[in-house]
Every structure is written in C-alpha cells, then in structure tokens.
C-alpha cells in the first residue's frame, strides 16, 4: 500500500505550482467556452435564417396558388356573365358556374395563411362570399339576370384590376426576395 503512495510523493509537481500552468489552463477553458458560444450563435443563425426562408417560400406558393385560383374564377366568371347571364336562360340553375375552391378551402389548414397580408384575405372571402350570393339570388329569380350581370362585373372588375394585381406585386416580390436567397423558384413556379 505504501508503494503506490510513495510513487505519487516522487513524481515531479513543479508544474502545478508554477503560474504559467494555470494561465494557460484558464485559457484553455476560456478558448473552449469561447469556441463552443460561437459555433452556437453561428448554428442559431443560420437555423433562423433556413427557417425564415422556408416560410417566406411557403408564403410565395400559398399566394401565387391563391392569385392563380382567383384569376380562373374571374375568368370563368366572365363567360358566365356574357354566356349564361347574357342569354338569361330560363333555368339558370342548370347552368351554374363551376368556380373552384381547392386553394381557399386548403388555405385553412396552412399555417402560411395567417402570414397573408389580410388585404388578400378579405377579398378573396368577399369575392367568394358575394358571387355565391350574386349566383344564389340570380338563381332563385331574386335578381334579374341584367342585374346580377351587371353586379358580378363590377366585382370582377374590381378583383381584375386591383386585388390580382396587387397579389401578383406581393408574391413577385416574395419570389424575388427567395432569388436573392438563393433558393430557384422559377423551376417550381411558372408565371401565368
């Protein structure tokens, strides 16, 4: 038992006392903290960044899908008026226009929804909201058909000439703002 003991009294502990060993020791430490803090900061970085460009690429689709959807049901729309509503048939429920709603419906459940400036939100649920009623009423001989042709052009022409556009402006500029990240959108996304 004495011989272990006795190895330990002969090694050599010069070291330990000497103040060089310590300096150098603190910093070690010091370098350590330092180095593990900036490979933190840096992967905090860029995981906000990689996270930020996610979601700014999941707005750009949500709102060129929602600006495509709209666009089609303007136009569908417009042969409505001038080929149903011009002709004033006299069951016009056999000829109700068959608008689509897959991107509106499926916009509820996106988390990127709520992302969209609310501008592109109440008019894509008034224009939804107030064709449904134009169509209902024109349907239920509410409306005449002169009446409701004129009230659905006015909404169109209002979706036509500033809501679309300014979408477009709003996810263009998304797209542009991915470019400058790096990120190649126009091989997912053609425009129309």
Do not use: C
């Not at 038992?1 to 010091?30: E, N």
């Not at 056999?94 to 509820?108: G, N």
């Not at 500033?162 to 996810?171: Q, S």
């Amino acid at each position: 038992m004495k011989a272990p003991i006795q190895k330990i009294k002969q090694l050599d502990h010069g070291d330990l006392q000497k103040s060089g060993f310590w300096v150098s020791q603190v910093f070690v430490v010091l370098a350590t903290i330092i180095g593990v803090y900036l490979a933190a900061n840096a992967g905090l970085e860029q995981a906000i960044r990689f996270d930020s460009i996610i979601a700014k690429e999941h707005n750009y689709y949500l709102r060129a899908s929602l600006h495509d959807e709209l666009q089609d049901n303007a136009r569908e729309l417009r042969g409505y008026v001038k080929d149903v509503l011009g002709r004033n048939p006299a069951n016009l429920k056999d000829q109700h226009p068959a608008l689509s709603q897959f991107v509106w419906e499926t916009m509820r459940f996106s988390p990127a929804t709520l992302e969209t400036p609310s501008l592109f939100l109440t008019e894509g649920r008034r224009f939804y909201a107030d064709t449904a009623s134009i169509i209902e009423k024109v349907e239920n001989h509410f409306y005449g058909a002169t009446y409701a042709a004129k009230l659905l052009t006015e909404l169109l022409d209002r979706m036509e000439q500033d809501t679309l556009p300014k979408l477009k402006a709003n996810y263009q500029a998304l797209g542009e703002s991915l470019k400058a990240d790096g990120v190649q959108i126009e091989l997912l996304k053609e425009d129309s």
